[in-house]
């Protein structure tokens, strides 16, 4: 393995205040490219380095920033994507709660880099913990003198606000962000344009997401050939994966790009295999959004390939036998869990989280949990199973923003790879619905 | 102008217009400092972008829940009208719009939490507080509520207690919560400073 890049000196008792980070090496890269690189070389670096977002598209890092509209004469936004509420995802509360930091450092380079002066971390409300701890950290920096006016005696001046969200998936996606920033209703806007030109009142913006931006210190301190060579083909690096569900050691991991699924899941230093002994049932890679796989085609391609992570890998044979990995949100399932229950679960997240402006987004996410429900509990007709699939295809591609396709895909995928349990649950409510109770019953201590 | 916003209105607002229940609806003048700072993080003429982290505060320091009043209150501090206060109190989970709880109970529902024993939670939850998700105990103490993911997938199943977080939750280590609580007397509680003090 390549060693920790991102989450280097963790284990550094106090590394979370200014003084401990900085005897550690923190801060170098600040300097190193204020003082010794132009923002067109620290763009260049961060390009070589093959970065992609970490946010769940995974677009390349360095061709975003290129789209910028550096010839309009308007002041120009970097805005943190801290929203974190992807079901299965906590890598970048983590982050932050334990290396406030390396995000800084990340924010003060990347600002440098596009010519920003002002910076936002939008976090969401539940996190009001880390809204304390981010301030502390960026008052220290302040005091240090790498934020605010001449920055280490440059010309660059640099100031990051905290702004917290107050509870809605949706302004996660990065034009209700934007909506949320400006004070108003986290609708998505639609696209084009691009907040590249139009972004934050209407000037040009970055909105890129924690780990991406956090990434962007260790890039240039070890320069982004040497970052490139980690990790497999078009996935370089080093990706944090927060592991939950029915595993023995739920948490989160860094790790290169291109590890095999397989040892993922198994191996002692990170999931340590599947909780009390259970088989594997499923698992969904990268976030609720992502399709879910069956265990043999998570462990395997289609092909009979070892199953990597990686963009590519995860994503290979597409919707049809692939996945992808999104967030980085891993969501593991054992021989126990109900399928039908979680897309039931999952369809319940979406139409709650729809914010409503288009109708296949907001009457679809509404039926698919109704007829969801009606199936869990057993009062589900075969024609029903039809019927989602339908709903979902409607949905998909038909909507202002991703949030209607990541409420699509859950229950198109669940379907294609366990229409089996589907049916089940219609031939024999009974059963199913006398072995949730025993389940549930078991939690009882 | 900014500053002209907070000050004028802030002083005409302050102890004349908006009177509930005999009660005045203002900030005290240190909290009506800090909103003043939090509104100079934003361009000139773009104040409502401090609307979010105004709301929380008014929510936390004026009565746990955001009135009429006090969302009118808020408008005028931004210079914005009531309607679009109104729009975005109503669009986030996080601010309420009714009376609360002493103690708001959230308890993440979400498929991760789900199937690490977060349904036997809220069971637990509904039981020992005798109410249904939505609803309130008669003594005022407890409100329960369901949310979804709270970001805290590993460590499920989670709740969240007036935004302090509890993790690892199961029915026993619930019951000590609640105890605990009620007893006003809850030694390992999360952070739980206030809004104002998280802004430096
Ligand atoms: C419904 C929805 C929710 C999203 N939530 C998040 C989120 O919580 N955090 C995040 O970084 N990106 C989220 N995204 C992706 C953002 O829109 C955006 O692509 C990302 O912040 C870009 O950063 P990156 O290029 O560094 O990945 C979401 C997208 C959608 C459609
Ligand atoms: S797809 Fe859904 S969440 Fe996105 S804009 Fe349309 S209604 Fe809103
Ligand atoms: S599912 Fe409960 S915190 Fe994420």
């Not at chain 1, 670096?45 to 992609?52: D, F, H, K, M």
């Amino acid at each position: 393995m390549g060693g920790k890049i991102l989450l280097a000196g963790i284990e550094i008792p106090g590394i979370r205040g200014f003084d401990v980070y900085r005897a550690n090496g923190g801060y170098a890269a600040v300097e190193k490219a204020l003082r010794e690189m132009t923002p067109a070389q620290v763009n260049a670096e961060v390009t070589r380095s093959g970065l992609r977002g970490r946010g769940g598209a995974g677009f390349p890092t360095g061709l975003k920033w290129s789209f910028l509209d550096r010839k309009s004469d308007k002041p120009r936004y970097l805005i943190c994507n801290a929203d974190e509420s992807e079901p299965g995802t906590f890598k970048d509360r983590y982050l932050m709660h334990h290396l406030p930091h390396r995000l800084i450092e990340g924010l003060i380079i990347s600002s440098f880099a596009l010519g920003v002066k002002t910076c936002y971390i939008y976090i969401r409300g539940e996190f009001k913990y880390l809204v304390g701890v981010l301030e502390k950290a960026i008052a220290e920096a302040h005091h240090h003198g790498y934020l605010g006016e001449h920055i280490l005696k440059t010309d660059f001046s640099l100031n990051i606000y905290v702004h917290p969200g107050a509870g809605a998936y949706i302004c996660g996606e990065e034009t209700a962000l934007l909506e949320s920033l400006e004070g108003k209703r986290g609708n998505p806007r639609i696209k084009p344009p691009f907040p590249a030109f139009k972004g934050l009142y209407g000037c040009p913006t970055v909105v890129n997401n924690v780990e991406t931006l956090a990434t962007v210190g260790p890039i240039i301190g070890m320069g982004g050939e040497e970052y490139s060579k980690l990790g497999k083909g078009k996935s370089t690096g080093t990706k944090l994966i927060s592991a939950c569900g029915n595993i023995n050691n739920p948490g989160v991991y860094e790790i290169e790009l291109g590890l095999p699924v397989e040892d993922f899941i198994y191996a002692p230093e990170y999931c340590n295999g599947i909780a009390n002994d259970k088989y594997l049932k499923a698992v969904i890679p990268g976030g609720s959004s992502v399709p879910i796989l069956p265990a043999d085609l998570i462990l395997s391609t289609a092909k009979g390939e070892k199953r990597l992570m990686s963009y590519e890998s995860l994503s290979e044979g597409d919707f049809l036998t692939g996945t992808m990995l999104g967030s980085g949100g891993f969501i593991v399932f054992d021989e126990d869990a109900c399928i039908v229950r979680n897309t039931w679960n999952l369809a319940h997240f979406y139409r709650h989280e729809s914010c409503g402006q288009c109708s296949p987004c907001r009457e679809g996410t509404g039926w698919m949990e109704k007829v969801l429900y009606k199936i869990e509990h057993g009062q589900g007709k075969m024609s029903d199973i039809d019927l989602l699939v339908r709903i979902s295809k409607n949905i998909e591609g038909n909507t202002i923003c991703p949030l209607g396709d990541a409420a699509a895909w859950p229950v198109a995928s669940a379907i294609r790879h366990f229409r089996h349990e589907f049916e089940e649950h219609v031939l024999h409510p009974a059963e199913v619905l006398e072995k949730e109770r025993r389940l549930s019953a078991s939690f009882a201590v | 102008m900014l500053n002209r916003y907070i000050m004028e209105q802030g002083n005409i607002v302050n102890h004349k217009l908006f009177v509930k229940e005999g009660k005045t609806v203002a900030f005290s003048p240190e909290v009506l400092g800090k909103i003043q700072q939090l509104i100079l993080r934003y361009p000139e003429g773009q104040q409502k972008s401090a609307l979010l982290p105004i709301l929380h505060i008014a929510q936390e320091e004026l009565g746990g829940y955001l009135s009429v009043d006090v969302m009118d209150y808020v408008a005028g501090l931004l210079g914005i009208q009531p309607i679009e206060v109104y729009e975005v109190a109503t669009f986030y989970s996080m601010f309420y719009l009714d009376k609360m709880g002493h103690y708001v109970i959230e308890v993440c529902r979400t498929g991760p939490c789900a199937i690490s024993g977060g349904e036997m939670i809220m069971e637990h939850l509904r039981h020992s507080l005798g109410i249904s998700p939505g609803e309130t105990t008669p003594d005022g103490l407890f409100t329960l509520k369901e949310v979804e993911c709270l970001g805290s997938c590993g460590t499920g199943p989670v709740m969240q207690v007036n935004t302090g977080y509890y993790e690892h939750l199961t029915p026993g280590r619930v019951d000590k919560i609640l105890d605990d609580l009620r007893e006003n007397a809850n030694k390992d509680k999360p952070d739980d400073s206030t809004w104002v003090e998280k802004f430096c």
